[in-house]
């Protein structure tokens, strides 16, 4: 069975907009795209912090994709103008205490029915934390990771520490996604990982929300934030797979041979483009036809 053959919803945060541009036009059905364009942004993120689509759902149709596509998409999105968390918890970590907020269980209530939920939930914090050079020289090695250290004057940087870091940026999407299958455990999860790092950002034009801390820090370099990147993945799909949640990470072929995202495939300072989210529904449609 494909993943047109299934009832498919979609709920995310900036990174299930590739996924969108894949499939076709649908900006339209939540005003984004008549909204203004923000000039540290391209076009893809026309109106992303002007419109709240306020916790309501919109079906998208499927079909004439070149790539194997659902026929159908509920979709829930979260904005930047939205509040960005939809469960809250006390202490960074404790799951089991984790709070739902209205907004959650009006997407849930929308998202009944399905087959097939895909997560493009959360997946901007590490980039939050690795992209701007404005730390003193430092490094690290991830616990399962071979890179090495970089020389002197670089100071190593304590993996507990590190841990500690990722932790924090990695719990918003785990709690999210583990919370979404309690509320719905007849339907299938898969969360889909934020794509990785470019090796040269600085090639961007646009600086995003970031533009003045970039002139005047400039970018951490790409070994360390690929880094970062490789930590937060491995993090989560950690937490989601030991819950029984199937985790799909950015497809081999996006890749250079650094393991770097390609410029081609690229939106922005941290997004995939169209060409992108139609390489991770292809994905899908291989997850789903290899494990039913």
Same mark, same amino acid.
């Given at each position: 069975?494909?993943?047109?053959?299934?009832?498919?919803?979609?709920?995310?945060?900036?990174? /299930?907009?590739?996924? #969108?541009?894949?499939?076709?036009?649908?900006?339209?059905? =939540?005003?984004?795209?008549? *909204?203004?364009?923000? @000039?540290?942004? &391209?076009? *893809?993120?026309?109106?992303?912090?002007?419109?709240?689509? &306020?916790?309501?759902?919109?079906?998208?149709?499927?079909?004439?994709?070149?790539?194997?596509?659902?026929?159908?998409?509920? %979709?829930?999105?979260?904005?930047?103008?939205? +509040?960005?968390?939809?469960?809250?918890?006390?202490?960074?970590?404790?799951?089991?205490? /984790?709070?739902?907020?209205?907004?959650?269980?009006?997407?849930?209530?929308?998202?009944?029915?399905?087959?097939?939920?895909?997560?493009?939930?959360?997946?901007?914090?590490? /980039?939050?934390?690795?992209?701007?050079?404005?730390?003193?020289?430092?490094?690290?090695?991830?616990?399962?990771?071979?890179?090495? #250290?970089?020389?002197?004057?670089?100071?190593? %940087?304590?993996?507990?520490? %590190?841990?500690?870091?990722?932790?924090?940026?990695?719990?918003?999407?785990?709690?999210?996604?583990?919370?979404?299958?309690?509320?719905?455990?007849?339907?299938?999860?898969?969360?889909?990982?934020?794509?990785?790092?470019?090796?040269?950002?600085?090639?961007?034009?646009?600086?995003?929300? #970031?533009?003045?801390?970039?002139?005047?820090?400039?970018? =951490?370099?790409?070994?360390? @934030? +690929?880094?970062?990147?490789?930590?937060?993945?491995?993090?989560?799909?950690? *937490?989601?797979?030991?819950?029984?949640?199937?985790?799909?990470?950015?497809?081999? /072929?996006? #890749?250079?041979?650094?393991?770097?995202?390609?410029?081609?495939?690229?939106?922005?300072?941290?997004?995939?483009?169209?060409?992108? &989210?139609?390489? %991770?529904?292809?994905?899908?449609?291989? +997850?789903?036809?290899?494990?039913?």
């Amino acid at each position: 069975m494909g993943i047109n053959e299934l009832r498919v919803g979609l709920i995310g945060h900036s990174h /299930a907009v590739c996924l #969108l541009d894949a499939l076709g036009k649908w900006r339209d059905h =939540v005003g984004l795209d008549t *909204a203004a364009q923000d @000039r540290r942004y &391209g076009e *893809a993120f026309r109106g992303w912090f002007e419109v709240d689509t &306020g916790g309501n759902a919109f079906t998208l149709q499927g079909g004439g994709t070149s790539f194997p596509a659902p026929t159908e998409v509920v %979709i829930c999105l979260l904005t930047g103008k939205t +509040l960005p968390d939809l469960v809250t918890a006390p202490e960074v970590g404790d799951v089991d205490k /984790a709070q739902v907020t209205p907004l959650f269980a009006r997407f849930v209530q929308q998202l009944e029915n399905i087959d097939l939920l895909v997560s493009a939930l959360h997946g901007y914090e590490a /980039a939050i934390v690795s992209l701007i050079d404005n730390h003193p020289p430092y490094d690290f090695v991830p616990l399962d990771d071979a890179r090495p #250290l970089a020389p002197r004057p670089r100071q190593p %940087i304590d993996r507990i520490h %590190i841990a500690r870091w990722v932790d924090k940026f990695a719990q918003p999407a785990i709690r999210t996604v583990i919370a979404l299958q309690k509320a719905l455990p007849s339907t299938r999860i898969v969360h889909v990982l934020p794509p990785p790092p470019l090796e040269d950002p600085a090639k961007v034009k646009r600086g995003e929300v #970031l533009e003045d801390q970039i002139a005047r820090y400039g970018f =951490v370099r790409p070994s360390l @934030r +690929l880094k970062w990147s490789l930590a937060y993945c491995v993090r989560v799909k950690t *937490a989601l797979t030991a819950q029984g949640i199937q985790v799909l990470q950015a497809p081999c /072929a996006a #890749l250079t041979a650094g393991g770097f995202l390609r410029e081609d495939l690229s939106e922005g300072l941290t997004h995939g483009n169209a060409r992108y &989210g139609a390489m %991770i529904w292809e994905a899908l449609d291989g +997850l789903v036809g290899s494990t039913r």
